[in-house]
């Protein structure tokens, strides 16, 4: 398929699974079950009927990337001082790896008594992506050519373009790797907290509805927006990155 134009072969995989998909409710034969995808469609199109459908894309958007942002501050601020800094880093270093390994679960039920429910969605996502932040900016600071430090310390450069010149090159390709990664979790997390949390006007509380009065159609149609979303984020954020990228010629380094 490497001939056929990628459009096309991106219309040819989703005509694909949307086959299976057709074949699969056909063979469960229940609604209620597996919805097929037109009944999914049409469900989605009466939904945006109604204002309150846009208000809650909206609303969960704000959070999610409230929170997401939030992080990624507070992550590369944390991250700059642990790499210079081992007293810090000793402190902090265990606290991160606590929050990576506790459930999201077990994090969204604490902020229930902590804060209020509006806010919690933005919470779990800040909470969720702050170690992935953090760990990659504290690598790429740690990892940076210490014979381009060396050269910099000979030639005199100084410390603003020692800074811009070798370690924010390095860090950004660190930094936007950890961004890419974090961005499907912080949505994934912020709606699963929404869930939960049950707020007004949110993708997460439509989901708990449609749970509750066995709409499957409805859960498989805000599912279908939960995706349409992350997909136009993270290509949205990652065009930005890749721009950046080649105007500064930054490679790209996994997280």
């Not at 063979?27 to 009927?49: A, F, R």
């Not at 373009?161 to 974090?182: E, G, N, Q, R």
């Not at 409805?218 to 136009?232: D, M, N, Q």
Request: aromatic share 12%; hydrophobic share 55%.
């Amino acid at each position: 398929m490497k001939k056929i134009p990628f459009i096309v072969r991106k219309l040819i995989v989703l005509s694909f699974w949307i086959t299976v998909w057709q074949l699969i409710a056909i063979k469960v034969g229940k609604e209620v079950l597996v919805p097929t995808p037109v009944h999914v469609i049409l469900k989605l199109k009466e939904l945006s009927d109604d204002s309150a459908f846009y208000l809650s894309i909206l609303y969960s958007v704000r959070r999610i990337l409230t929170g997401f942002l939030c992080a990624v501050l507070f992550g590369t601020l944390l991250g700059m001082i642990c790499a210079f800094s081992d007293t810090v880093n000793e402190f902090v270093s265990p606290v991160m790896s606590v929050i990576r390994a506790t459930p999201v679960a077990s994090f969204i039920i604490l902020a229930l008594v902590w804060i209020t429910r509006e806010n919690i969605p933005a919470f779990i996502s800040f909470l969720m992506v702050s170690p992935i932040i953090f760990g990659n900016v504290k690598t790429g600071i740690q990892t940076v050519d210490k014979k381009l430090l060396e050269m910099a310390i000979f030639f005199k450069a100084g410390r603003f373009k020692t800074i811009t010149k070798v370690y924010l090159p390095h860090v950004t390709s660190y930094l936007f790797s950890a961004v890419k990664t974090s961005l499907g979790i912080a949505w994934k997390a912020g709606v699963a907290a929404e869930v939960l949390c049950f707020p007004k006007y949110s993708i997460g509380r439509n989901i708990y509805n449609s749970k509750i009065y066995l709409e499957t159609d409805s859960l498989f149609a805000w599912t279908l927006v939960i995706i349409v979303i992350s997909i136009i984020i993270e290509g949205i954020v990652t065009l930005l990155m890749d721009i950046y990228v080649k105007r500064h010629d930054i490679k790209h380094v996994k997280a």
